[in-house]
């Protein structure tokens, strides 16, 4: 199956050589913004097809799907563009800016009966599952609680430190923390307590979130843009804890029990593990579906609107809002 790529930073690179090494699918246009980055992106990845605007990108009726790598600010104008021209669009997390202009692409999508999903690899790996079979069995008990941890030292990147192009701790990495806490524990959230550090721009460079569910259990995130965090995501149960080593790309899941026991569960080979949301939305649409089960609209829409909320208690909105 054919796939374009829009936009031509460091993501769509790394896609690039992905899709290189699957069977079954090949980068077939590149998109940029001027046509001397669209051609050194497709000389570099034997890339047959390069245009010097989204524009062209979008309209080109060879493709099975749109892969959309641009800056948080331009998901929701890039995505439309490629609905409106009918193309399936995969856009890289966050999805939108605000659950708002989320609603309005998915709506969008159904109108034009297209395929879309939101590109957040930790819902596609095959570790995923593994935590889930895990959580299922009642291996650790009655879960209680969980921590998730995720920074590196970015805030030298004006994609995130800017309002203007939706920048922030929040959109770029609490988004796994948050990802990760409603995999393992669900939607049941009654109370959300929160803080953040803002950058001279007013965007969040660091945040905690604590979430509280219904049942009791709890979970506190922490996500950084100043320093380099431990990335691991803990579930704590009444017979022992989930280790789950890298939120953003799981480097293997460890169980200890309270009774001394470990268990290890190794993380299988992969290309980047960028692959697997690829073949997910592929699979999706070769069946006729418009979305894909492993990350469906409603669990998009409840992540942006944790995050609105998150904003809000902040006051950090975004100038294009």
Not at 114 to 137: G, Q, Y
Request: aromatic share 10%; charged share 25%.
């Amino acid at each position: 199956m054919k796939i374009g790529i829009l936009g031509a930073g460091v993501i769509a690179h790394i896609m690039a050589d992905t899709v290189a090494k699957m069977e079954n699918a090949e980068v077939l246009a590149i998109g940029s913004r001027t046509a001397e980055k669209a051609e050194a992106f497709a000389n570099e990845h034997n890339i047959p097809t390069f245009y010097g605007s989204y524009e062209e990108l979008a309209a080109d009726d060879r493709l099975d799907l749109i892969y959309v790598a641009t800056p948080h600010s331009r998901h929701f104008e890039d995505c439309m563009l490629c609905i409106e021209n009918g193309r399936n669009v995969l856009c890289e997390k966050a999805f939108t800016a605000n659950k708002k202009q989320a609603e309005a692409l998915f709506k969008a999508a159904e109108k034009k009966n297209v395929f879309i999903c939101e590109a957040i690899w930790t819902r596609f790996i095959p570790m995923r599952k593994t935590l889930d079979d895990i959580l299922k069995s009642g291996a650790i008990g009655e879960l209680m609680s969980l921590t998730a941890n995720l920074g590196y030292p970015i805030n030298h990147m004006e994609r995130l430190v800017k309002p203007e192009l939706a920048g922030g701790a929040l959109l770029d990495l609490g988004v796994y923390a948050l990802n990760f806490a409603v995999m393992a524990f669900g939607k049941d959230i009654v109370d959300i307590k929160s803080c953040c550090t803002k950058n001279e721009y007013g965007v969040d460079m660091h945040n905690s979130i604590i979430l509280t569910y219904a049942d009791g259990k709890s979970a506190l995130l922490h996500s950084c843009c100043y320093c380099a965090l431990d990335r691991k995501g803990i579930i704590h149960g009444t017979l022992g804890r989930i280790e789950f080593h890298n939120i953003n790309n799981c480097e293997g899941i460890d169980v200890y029990y309270n009774d001394g026991r470990h268990e290890r569960y190794d993380t299988p080979p992969q290309i980047s593990g960028y692959e697997y949301e690829v073949i997910a939305s592929l699979k999706a649409i070769s069946e006729g579906k418009k979305e894909c089960e492993e990350m469906p609209y409603e669990e998009t829409l409840f992540i942006m609107e944790l995050m609105d909320k998150l904003r809000s208690d902040w006051g950090i909105v975004y100038p294009f809002e």
